[in-house]
């Protein structure tokens, strides 16, 4: 469920993926190794895997699991290949849905993929459909409490960032994808400490959700997408208010 700006939405993810740490390791262990696999295994050269580390170690994901996942993709370490593979498609109320699959087997993740989708009375969509509609970001909340927004604003900003987000309870900072790692950096240098940061995929625009049994019905069928063990990362632009959320549970 990343790329949402609202701080329920945001607490709903972190207390599904604490819920599910070992799984969470797992995927990124995924994306680490085919980041490595594609763009090398020196994270000073290779942008992706950089942004991954930081990911993985926000996550408290272990070192050795990091460099394993790092010499599966160099070619040290013996492995399935994986290749990722995006599916495009919308749910209840409009919202769109982007996939995101790293897998060893295409025809199997199709159709759990599928499956799901056909179950919960979401339309699976064209390549293009849905994708054309985000955007590749860096991301960083921030908990209000630990800081102020006018030191944020002129920390972030300076550093380049494109975007600073009150959203009462937390900051949201945005970024060009490519900024990530610097303003990340900056960011340490400073003292703010982050709730999540990472590289994601960020609606132009969002679809506000006020109906409890609609909204209810999305998040079931995002997390049944979720518990599949090809998914990688689920992006959508919908937007639950928090009394919705907080009635939800």
Request: hydrophobic fraction near 40%; include cysteine; charge should be negative.
């Amino acid at each position: 469920m990343s790329g949402h700006s609202k701080w329920a939405n945001i607490k709903h993810k972190k207390a599904a993926a604490d819920a599910v740490k070992g799984k969470i390791f797992s995927r990124i262990a995924k994306e680490i190794t085919v980041a490595a696999r594609i763009g090398g295994g020196d994270p000073s050269g290779n942008i992706s895997l950089r942004a991954l580390i930081v990911k993985a170690r926000a996550q408290n994901m272990p070192g050795d699991n990091i460099d394993r996942a790092v010499k599966k993709g160099t070619g040290e370490l013996g492995g399935a290949v994986m290749e990722e593979i995006i599916y495009e498609g919308f749910g209840p109320g409009g919202v769109s849905l982007l996939v995101k699959c790293l897998s060893d087997n295409r025809n199997r993740t199709a159709g759990e993929v599928r499956n799901i989708f056909t179950k919960h009375g979401g339309n699976m969509a064209a390549v293009g459909a849905v994708a054309r509609s985000y955007q590749r970001k860096g991301q960083f909340i921030i908990a209000a409490e630990t800081t102020t927004e006018d030191k944020l604003l002129e920390i972030a900003l300076d550093a380049g960032a494109e975007d600073v987000k009150n959203h009462g309870d937390a900051f949201e900072v945005i970024c060009h994808a490519n900024d990530f790692h610097r303003i990340n950096e900056v960011l340490q240098a400073k003292g703010i400490t982050c709730v999540e940061a990472e590289v994601t995929m960020i609606p132009d625009l969002e679809v506000q959700l006020t109906d409890k049994s609609q909204a209810s019905s999305l998040l079931k069928f995002i997390e049944a997408l979720e518990d599949l063990d090809d998914v990688q990362n689920v992006y959508s632009n919908y937007d639950i208010p928090d009394e919705i959320m907080a009635a939800i549970g």
